[in-house]
């Protein structure tokens, strides 16, 4: 294959790449610039998202794009209500120690990931495409369901920017981010707005791995991989910087894409964990992070 | 008031304890007057052979496993009801890998010391066969894997493991490249997974299509736990006649899939491994391309027109269909390709066993029945090999058998070419006979 047509079909597949990445990463970068707590489980929302999806569509079996639309609305939901009842059992309990919550958050890990491999099964299984079509360019094939699914990850990440840049509830979670003390003080629930940030960080994963879903299958250990790329753009956007974690996700994507095509995977994996190891070495605190957090 | 630990444990008295104590004796004693008990008081020789199984339950090998796992709950069942081996019943003890090499040794050493069992078989994948081997041959463990790959024929394991049951990928390309060059075409790119079992594909295939006035254009190695492959395709050259593909783990629909989307109908010749479709059905939406594309099959997966009574009872006996599906999920599709290397092994063990007069377990009886497997020549077809026959050699502990060629016809598996054993048969690298125990 040609240079031109090469790059273009490596910079679709890192779009692809960058959008399920900048919704999941989000999620975590929310968790923790809000509440301060590393969630090493947040892959394994993902993975319940994807499972979840599969387990709706086989119910619902209508049409695909009927499944699909109650999977999109249903898998988020449930997600978020774990994760909610994950917030108020566990990390409440360890009042936020940030030591205590990786460890008590790798082991909602492993019970999720269990949980899944004893009622879902050790069997990837597929989702159909709500629709499915083929884009004919002059040298190869492209999959029509995917350039879908980077323009809804476009469409929620505005609806998420509007939300916490715009509306109360964004308010509310950014003065709990800014000081938590002194927003207690002025009255903000910040135990309420804690749990509520926990479970929306988990949805953002579900919807992410709703939309992937039908590309790839449900899996249960298909969590890990987005949980390592996330931590990676977070750590390199800054953590808790919800423009450097977009920024950085696009930048992942793209990167991990293109040297993937042009050169191989291992490649680019290799590249984005020097990328951060740069990072932390020169700006410990991310590309666009504040100085001190 | 809230207890202290401290009070609530001085509440267990002593009398308290002795009740307890007394009624936990009680169940013991009721349970070994159980009539299940009372074998364990007859002799040695009655006593019940146990096979371990190494099984891929989970990990990326799970679709693989869960087919294991049944054909040998068949093959057992029906060699229990002929009256199990030498008399004495076959018991198989089950163990979950991960599809993991660490945890494969595990498990070797597990059934070794703690379920004492009188060899393990079973394994599929080959980094867990490599991985384990050499744990069965410190632990003087007979290992008799269902792998497929060239491991152990290279003689690059040890005394104590074998492959009796089903063919190594070095046989299974060189016995097809030639119908594959004067066929489809032989400029050939391939696509294959990166480790031990998608290196002999590399290594051998490419031997073997060059031996045929053939060449591989390109290779595209994929990370096995790879869940994306769109990237990979712009490295097929165009000037590729034949595409060769052989997958495996949990990403194979997505890989067939995406094949698809890159090329419609404009594709070279494909040529496939069975395994990139492994457990998935061919009806799945977007996997129309395939039709009039080629895989290799270890065993038909659709019931043929010439289907043989063997084949009929041993789909019968396991619970596969006609489509090969399983008789109670028509979604269910099988590892049909591999998974008769269950069945089969399992009846050269009990011939082996049978053949050596096997024992309490002992290292010399262990001795024995691998010398009395490695004596075998050969395997006919019949109710214990419904694959067909196999030629077996003893000193490189491989089984040579014939191979399908199938074309995609209207949505199924159509074979329009078995090769001839001979077809599969190479000059043996090492003597596993001439290592000491």
Known sequence: MDFGPFLFLATLEGLVQAAVLCLTALGLSLVFGVMRVVNVAHGEFYMLGAVIAWWVTSIVGIHPAVGFAAALAIAPLAVGAIAFAGERLILKRLDYNPEATIVATIGMLYVIQQMALLFFGPDPRPVEAPFYFRIQFPWFGYSGYKLIVVAAAIAILLIAWFVIAKTRIGLVMRATQFDGDTAQAFGIPVNRVYASVFAVGAMFAAVAAVLIVPIRQAHYLMGLDPLLLSFIVVILGGLGSIRGTIVAAILIGLSDGIISVFFSPTLAKMASTLLVALVLVFRPQGLFGREEL | ?437
């Open chain 2, 1 to 437: 008031m809230k207890k202290t630990p401290k009070e609530r444990k001085l509440q267990i008295t002593r009398r308290s304890a002795l009740a307890g104590i007394g009624a936990v004796a009680g169940a013991g004693a009721a349970a070994s007057a159980a009539p299940g008990f009372v074998r364990y008081a007859q002799a040695a020789s009655s006593e019940p052979i146990r096979l371990g199984m190494q099984l891929h339950r989970t990990g990326i090998g799970a679709s693989y496993g869960r087919w294991y796992d049944r054909v040998t709950t068949a093959a057992a069942k029906l060699i229990n009801e002929d009256g199990g081996i030498n008399g004495r019943p076959l018991e198989i003890v089950i163990e979950d890998d991960g599809t993991d090499p660490k945890r494969g040794a595990e498990v070797v050493e597990k059934f070794a010391t703690q379920h004492k069992v009188d060899a393990t078989f079973g394994t599929l994948f080959s980094h867990v066969v490599i991985g384990s081997s050499p744990r069965a041959g410190e632990l003087k463990m007979p290992y008799i894997v269902v792998s497929e790959g060239h491991h152990v024929a290279s003689g690059r394991l040890n005394r104590y493991v074998l492959q009796p049951g089903i063919t190594d990928v070095k046989s299974q390309v060189s016995s097809m490249a030639p119908w594959v060059a004067s066929n489809l075409g032989k400029k050939v790119t391939m696509i294959y997974p990166d480790f031990a079992f998608g290196h002999d594909h590399r290594d051998y295939f490419s031997a073997a299509i060059a031996a045929q006035g053939g060449e591989v254009l390109e290779l595209i190695p994929i990370p096995p736990t790879e869940s994306s492959f769109t990237r990979y395709f712009p490295r097929i050259p165009s000037a590729t006649d034949v595409l060769y593909h052989v997958m495996v783990g949990p990403g194979v629909l997505t890989f067939v899939k995406e094949l698809g989307q890159h090329f419609g109908s404009n594709r070279p010749e494909i040529f496939g491994f069975i395994d990139s479709l492994e457990a998935v059905d061919l009806a799945t939406p977007q996997l129309e391309f395939l039709e009039g594309t080629h895989f290799w099959e270890g065993n038909p997966r659709y019931a043929q027109a010439n289907q043989s009574a063997h084949d009929k009872f041993y789909r019968e006996s396991v619970g596969v269909d006609d489509n090969g599906a399983s008789v109670n999920d028509a979604k269910d599709v099988s590892t049909y390709s591999h998974m008769f290397g269950c069945w089969e092994t399992l009846f050269v063990i009990k011939q082996a066993m049978e053949l050596s007069g096997y024992g309490d377990g002992s290292a010399a009886d262990k001795q024995a029945f691998i010398e009395a497997m490695e004596s075998l020549e050969s395997f006919d077809e019949g109710r214990d090999h419904p694959q067909g026959a196999k030629i077996f050699n003893g000193k490189i502990h491989q089984a040579f058998g014939h191979q399908n060629i199938s074309r995609v016809e209207n949505g199924r598996l159509n074979v329009v070419h078995r090769t001839s054993i001979e077809d599969g048969m190479y000059e043996p690298e090492a003597d596993y006979t001439q290592m000491s125990f």
